[in-house]
């Protein structure tokens, strides 16, 4: 018994022995093939045959304009590039320019990363300080482009159970962030503020009832744009807010094409129509517009633009805007302010532009008329096959002429700028009226 039982100890104790001599003849076969790697011949073999397939296959995309955008020429002394947005045109001005090369020499080109996370410099709090003193706001928050300024803006705040509003021409960066807050969404027609109380009031009826039975309150939000990037016309402000003071629901105004425009100090729609700006719960901005720089802001109380320092996605996870596009904004904000004349001739250019284009036989012209966005769709009755097909061949033949517009929904869209002469104004309404020869 002795015997068997030492026996069988001597072969447990070889047990461990075996199962780290396998794991180090593994470690060490691993290592010796690490080392050898994949023969040059096999690796050159395979980049000779490797074929990517295409992220996106082009036979299943649905477009119904499928007119490829023609771009301008700049160079081209007969360019007229209708196209950009340029209201005061600090694209080109030497003084912005310079101040833009001199802030790259002190902070270099990037900023690192997003704004919590090595992205905030001096030139950031600096610029979002300005912004809310412009706007005689409490505080500012500022995003690296205007695009993921309204679509973060809108998803910080609206959530799944809200119930929104929303003009039925407002902008596909609004509606992108709708589509993240999958928010119970309600289209009213656009500018038609008798649709806008009826559908307020239908859901007031339902919110009553809910109250009844002790369900939740759900939050209430419009979303509206100052001047519609889709039509040109400015939205009627004074009205909705007397819609959202009876129905309590909270208002966010879009003022990409209105900041720098609208009013006479260019603090957009609210001025426009004197409006004090506390009765709107958060302005959302673009820089990219009449300052000519690029990125976008929100403006409002303190406490409605923190949230968006740890809720507005595009705010948390992309990087800061960088500063010399900040140092841009700086000077061309002041520049606006030093010269406010700027904004009455803009104003002025724009009707000018707008009567021209109302006196043109075949269009409808569907802007207002101090907005510099002007927008025109043909008056004749097309079926949309017909209609997309009419418009594109006004496009290419604009274009071919040297007058470059942009293609919308609508039809035809162009910006106005100040320096717009009034040869440049006759010369778009001659190529758009020999254009309407060609269908």
Do not use: W
């Amino acid at each position: 018994m002795v015997n068997l039982y030492s026996d069988s100890v001597k072969y447990l104790s070889l047990i461990p022995l075996t199962i780290v001599f396998i794991i180090l003849l593994i470690v060490l076969t691993k290592k010796r093939n690490r080392k050898q790697g994949i023969p040059q011949e096999v690796i050159e073999e395979r980049i000779r045959n490797f074929q990517p397939k295409p992220l996106i296959d082009p036979d299943n995309i649905v477009n119904d304009n499928t007119l490829e955008r023609l771009q301008p020429n700049e160079s081209d002394p007969d360019c007229l590039n209708l196209v950009k947005v340029n209201y005061y045109c600090f694209l080109d001005n030497l003084d912005i320019r310079r101040s833009a090369e001199t802030c790259i020499k002190k902070y270099g080109v990037g900023s690192c990363g997003p704004r919590g996370f090595y992205g905030t410099i001096d030139i950031h709090l600096l610029l979002e300080d300005r912004l809310a003193k412009f706007m005689q706001m409490e505080e500012a928050v500022l995003y690296s482009y205007g695009f993921s300024t309204i679509a973060s803006a809108i998803g910080a705040y609206c959530k799944k159970s809200d119930y929104i509003f929303v003009d039925e021409n407002i902008s596909f960066c609004a509606k992108q962030g709708l589509l993240a807050t999958k928010g119970r969404e309600i289209y009213f027609k656009h500018n038609d503020v008798n649709d806008l109380e009826a559908k307020m009031h239908s859901i007031s009826q339902l919110e009553d009832k809910d109250k009844n039975q002790k369900k939740k309150i759900f939050r209430k939000f419009i979303i509206i744009e100052g001047i519609y990037g889709a039509t040109g016309q400015i939205c009627p402000l004074p009205e909705i807010l007397t819609l959202c003071k009876k129905y309590k629901v909270r208002i966010f105004i879009d003022e990409t094409y209105s900041f720098g425009v609208l009013g006479t100090t260019g603090k957009g729609v609210t001025e426009h129509f004197g409006v004090d700006r506390s009765e709107v719960d958060m302005i959302m901005g673009s820089l990219e517009g009449a300052l000519g720089s690029i990125g976008g802001f929100c403006v409002g109380a303190s406490v409605i633009i923190e949230h968006q320092r740890l809720s507005g996605l595009g705010y948390c996870f992309s990087a800061s805007l960088p500063p010399f596009l900040c140092q841009a904004s700086l000077c061309a904000l002041d520049k606006l302010e030093q010269c406010p004349e700027y904004i009455s001739t803009l104003k002025d250019v724009s009707v000018s532009v707008n009567n021209a284009l109302s006196n043109l036989k075949g269009y409808t012209i569907l802007n207002s008329d101090i907005s510099p966005v002007k927008v025109l769709t043909l008056s004749k009755s097309f079926s949309r096959e017909e209609r997309i097909s009419n418009v594109n061949k006004i496009y290419t033949y604009c274009a071919q002429k040297g007058l470059y517009l942009d293609l919308v929904d609508m039809g035809l869209r162009l910006h106005c700028h100040m320096q717009m002469p009034d040869p440049a104004i006759d010369r778009i309404k001659d190529t758009l009226s020999d254009a309407l020869k060609i269908i």
